[in-house]
């Protein structure tokens, strides 16, 4: 069975970065986007890449940002993923695929049936789809979880991943019941909005790894 993977997303200290590194997350998320409380300039951005290990994957997250825009931030940060987080259509990521090496993740927000399918249009141009929870007052990172059966139903023909109100009291179940192979929490590993916490990103990532690991067959 491939190793598990977990994304712990909206780290904006150095001390956040390395709580997720020692956790044993696989993926830290950089959130470049002004209204969030995770915003990080680019100049911060490229700090904090520089402090996460080779064996651990940065993603870059922007929304709706112009192509060449995102391109020109990108070669300052250098990141492993770019995750789009807006209404980027499949033309547009279509378009950052083809301009750049960079793994790209789509992601989604799921309300019921008809956006999963419809959100199959970006399969030919996203490496991911990252399923989330359907925008609230933020394009993501609102603590919100989706309905997790909608996924346990649904037939994957591309890579994918959970996102959305997940923390260590529910990853096992979220896992248990979709099978995701990728787990990403924001939301659910901090002490106040914004503000990142070691013990629960630690307790998250081994309530993941548990239950992952737990999985039949
Ligand atoms: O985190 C933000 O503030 C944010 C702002 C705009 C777009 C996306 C954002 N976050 C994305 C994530 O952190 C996660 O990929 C995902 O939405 C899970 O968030 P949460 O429900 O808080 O665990």
Not at 67 to 73: L, R
Not at 134 to 157: C, K, M, S, T, V
Not at 159 to 183: K, M, S, Y
């Amino acid at each position: 069975m491939a190793p598990p993977l977990i994304k712990i997303c909206g780290l904006s200290t150095p001390e956040a970065i390395d709580a997720a590194v020692a956790a044993g997350a696989t993926h830290v998320g950089l959130v470049h986007f002004k209204p969030s409380p995770r915003h990080v300039s680019i100049g911060r951005a490229a700090d904090l890449r520089e402090r996460v290990p080779a064996h651990v994957k940065t993603v870059l997250l922007t929304v709706n940002m112009e192509p060449a825009q995102t391109s020109d931030i990108v070669q300052v940060v250098r990141p492993d993923v770019l995750q789009l987080h807006g209404q980027e259509t499949p033309e547009w990521v279509q378009l950052m695929r083809e301009h750049s090496d960079l793994e790209i993740w789509k992601a989604i927000g799921v309300k019921d049936q008809a956006s999963l399918e419809q959100a199959q249009r970006y399969r030919p141009f996203a490496h991911r789809l990252l399923y989330d929870a359907p925008a609230g007052a933020l394009p993501g990172g609102n603590g919100l979880a989706l309905d997790w059966r909608l996924l346990a139903q649904f037939r994957h023909e591309a890579e994918w991943g959970l996102a959305g109100g997940l923390d260590a009291g529910n990853v096992a179940e979220a896992i248990r019941q979709t099978r995701a192979p990728l787990v990403d929490a924001s939301s659910g590993v901090e002490s106040a909005r914004g503000v990142k916490d070691t013990d629960k990103i630690a307790a998250f990532c081994e309530a993941a790894r548990a239950a992952m690991a737990a999985l039949p067959g």
